[in-house]
Nanobody, 123 residues
Framework: QVQLVESGGGSVQAGGSLRLSCAAS????????MGWFRQAPGKEREGVAS???????TYADSVKGRFTISKDNAKNTLYLQMNSLKPEDTAMYYC?????????????????WGQGTQVTVSS
């Protein structure tokens, strides 16, 4: 079973950038759908981006053009490059591992989750 640990969160001003990392151990995540999700207080967890075993990506409309999901299979690490950050991006960000067969930004399809890393964007 894969274990996931996020890092790279922090506090930045609007317009700034952060790169989140998700280190995997216990399994090779290249065979899985991988995703980034976020959850703000009082709101439902939402899918931000996904990447499948072939490198095909999807993005939420709210982050498309600003965020980039990528992975380094040799390092077994998932990344989320976050540019032009907005206050509404403030949330706890989670990486997750999902199906080996289908890949989409649906919370219920992901069974393994990291503990999260906080991103706070001030105006």
């Amino acid at each position: 079973q894969v274990q996931l640990v996020e890092s790279g969160g922090g506090s930045v001003q609007a317009g700034g950038s952060l790169r989140l990392s998700c280190a995997a151990s216990g399994d090779t995540y290249s065979n899985y759908c991988m995703g980034w999700f976020r959850q703000a207080p009082g709101k439902e967890r939402e899918g931000v981006a996904s990447i499948d075993s072939n490198g095909i990506t999807t993005y939420a409309d709210s982050v498309k053009g600003r965020f980039t999901i990528s992975k380094d299979n040799a390092k077994n690490t998932l990344y989320l490059q976050m540019n032009s950050l907005k206050p509404e991006d403030t949330a706890m960000y989670y990486c997750a591992a999902g199906s080996r067969f289908v890949c989409s930004r649906v919370v219920g399809l992901f069974g393994v989750w990291g503990q999260g890393t906080q991103v706070t964007v001030s105006s």
